[in-house]
């Protein structure tokens, strides 16, 4: 969830930003399969993501666990490095939290707290006919990492072959620039999958989309290194890229900040997501990336 509560006193500048994010053993990770580390980073690149995603600042963040007894004290010290690596490499203080007993699993639950400009937060809702759709980096390497885990479950995944699953970047100077550049005119993370992430980003603008699929980034994994398929790119959540559209007007360079930006389709009116194929026929993409209850 994430808020965007207004700036107070007499020096009203900023607005504040603030997400909370659910890390729950056996939903979004598996101890079997993940390594205590990546599980601290993952934690707070989820929230960090959701900052990013906005064009904000990270500021703060705040940490509650919840721990089984018999967990061993050395997990938990290489989640918290893990966890404090990241946020020092983004600028952001480990402000507080709470510790509990949990009678069934690991639970951690992150509330980052960022700030920007007043009146310039980049919302999903800025989104128009006309604006072309990109996106940063690549998709689908995470969600190929977690289906390579389900096929061969007792097989161990090296974290140097799946980045963006066991350690994924949040893009927060990127969001960053594309705010202050005036780039972005709806933004959204990946988190959930483009489908479903460009489906909020619909909804929430009133528009329809065209995206080809041809142009689409697909990720590269494993050893040896192989492009993941097209749905793992339209459907995977989890590798936290920046999904935003621009005016036709503005000039988006191919490289910001060192990260690869590729144009994948065009704001259309209406209500509905139309995925081309390559022989330049149409249908209907629906979301079908990552829901919480969804049998």
Known sequence: MLRLLPGRGKEKIKDALVTTDFTLEGIHF?????????????????????????????????????????????????FARSLISLAERHGVTL?????????????????????????KSVLRSGARPGDLIYVSGELGGSTAAVWEMRKRPKRKLSSRDYPRHFFPEPRTELGRILREKGLASAMIDTSDGLSTDLAHICEESGVGAEVEAELIPHATVGKPAREVDLQFALHGGEDYELLFTAPPGKRVPSRIAGIPITRIGQIRRGKQVILMNSSGVGYELHARGWEHFRR
């Open 95 to 119: 402000a507080g939290g709470d510790m509990a007993e949990s009678p069934n699993g690991i639970l951690a639950d992150i509330v980052v707290l960022g700030s920007v400009p007043k009146g």
């Open 30 to 78: 598996r101890r079997d399969w993940h390594p205590a580390e990546s599980v601290g980073h993952r934690c707070l690149a989820r929230g960090l993501s959701d900052i990013a995603a906005m064009g904000g600042d990270p500021v703060a963040a705040f940490l509650s666990l919840a721990l089984p007894r018999d967990l061993p004290q050395t997990w938990v010290g290489r």
